[in-house]
């Protein structure tokens, strides 16, 4: 993770030793590592004393909401039953391409792939097409 303090990026990354540190006064450190919530925190470094922080930061994971019309759809991500339209999909791992199948009897089944990204909430809206019976 890429390390802040005071607001400022130091240009090192964890594991890592800051050096300089003014004692005696509250240091605003944070972390930042791609696809994972900010993480921020305050020490107070001592004079000729060392300050040791072990952090697990905690993944930004998406959502993933599916509408139809008509609603009522069987939704199956990746193969597995996951409810009926309309329905919201929380805390999927992020960078992750997600293969949504659409099932409704009277329609034409429905497939597309979706990328979820970290911290955000896709939204996939269809309009399913009816089958017709040919004679």
């Known amino acids: 993770a890429l390390v802040f303090l005071n607001d400022q990026p130091t240009q090192e990354r964890t594991p890592a030793t800051l050096k300089h540190i003014p004692a005696g006064i509250e240091h605003r450190v944070g972390l930042y590592l ?3 919530k900010f993480w921020e925190g305050s020490v107070q470094v001592e004079a000729g004393r060392g300050v040791s922080l072990n952090v697990a930061m905690q993944p930004n994971l998406g959502d993933l909401a599916i509408e139809s019309l008509p609603p009522g759809a069987l939704v199956y991500l990746n193969g597995e039953y996951s409810g009926q339209t309309p329905v919201t999909l929380n805390g ?3 960078e992750t391409i997600y293969r949504i199948l659409l099932k ?9 792939e979706v990328k979820i990204f970290g911290g955000k909430r896709e939204v ?3 309009s399913l097409k009816k089958k017709y019976n040919e004679p």
Not at 104 to 112: I, Q, T, Y
Request: aromatic share 12%; charged share 40%.
């Open 34 to 36: 791609e696809q994972h």
């Open 124 to 126: 996939v809206s269809t």
């Open 104 to 112: 409704k009897d009277g329609f034409e089944d429905w497939e597309r």
């Open 92 to 94: 999927l791992p992020p």
